[in-house]
């Protein structure tokens, strides 16, 4: 499988506290992303970091990149309930016709206890 | 419109029946996708639409069976699908030459 994967599994932490979970892929990249996905609806996009960045921010959320390794985690600061959801990592490729394909990774279950 | 829209949300069929799913996209977006997405596990793609020709079928069987009318709908039809085609059927859009998608929020699909 070319997936991603994803690292915990499952997360269940307190409102107010951190989150981090972790993506490792196979391939060499030009960019990461995150998606999150609410009770098994569509996907939404979070934050991309390209192949030369190492750290990106965006409101609550960190991400970091380490090529090296071919990892990537994403922290959520001060989590809310809102935040229970399943995060994905996603990196992908273009396709000849212009038309990107991404391969997911495994996918982390938080959930964010009041 | 910054929205993919797929119908229904919910879908229940019979292994004889025959339905259709249906994606819309008022974007402007010329690439299309259709993902199949098991229950805990990640998203994957079924089928890739650009400028309304298929572009990759990833070994899907033939009883789905993508169409795209226009630019703007794609549709994915069903025919003596199995219980284990039960999944989120899950529609995206993007502009070609970009990589980032914009999903729908998917049908949930049964086969009894």
């Known amino acids: 499988s070319q997936q991603g994967e994803e690292d915990p599994q499952a997360l269940s932490i307190q409102e107010g506290e951190n989150a981090t979970m972790n993506c490792s892929y196979k391939t060499s990249i030009n960019n990461l992303q995150w998606y999150r996905q609410n009770s098994g609806r569509g996907l939404v996009h979070l934050i991309l970091?390209?192949?030369?960045?190492r750290e990106k921010h965006s409101g609550r959320l960190r991400v970091t990149l380490d090529t090296s390794k071919k990892s990537s985690s994403l922290l959520i600061t001060a989590s809310r309930a809102a935040d229970t959801a399943s995060y994905f990592c996603a990196t992908g490729s273009f396709l000849p016709s212009g038309t990107y394909k991404y391969i997911f990774g495994t996918g982390t279950r938080l959930k964010v206890l009041a | 419109d910054t929205e993919v829209t797929q119908t229904p949300k919910h879908l229940v069929m019979g292994m004889t029946n025959k339905k259709s799913l249906k994606c819309e996209q008022h974007?402007?977006?010329?690439?299309m996708y259709w993902y199949k997405q098991k229950a805990k596990k990640p998203p994957e793609l079924m089928f890739v639409?650009?400028?309304?020709?298929?572009?990759i079928n990833e070994s899907v069987p033939s009883r789905f069976s993508p169409e795209c009318p226009n630019s703007s709908l794609l549709n994915l039809h069903l025919h003596a699908l199995q219980p284990e085609d039960s999944a989120l059927y899950l529609c995206?859009?993007?502009?070609?030459?970009?990589?980032?998608?914009?999903f729908g929020s998917g049908t949930r699909l049964t086969v009894v």
């Open positions: 970091i390209r192949s030369n960045e």
């Open positions: 639409y650009s400028y309304e020709k298929l572009s």
């Open positions: 995206a859009s993007s502009q070609t030459g970009i990589y980032r998608y914009t």
């Open positions: 974007m402007g977006h010329r690439a």
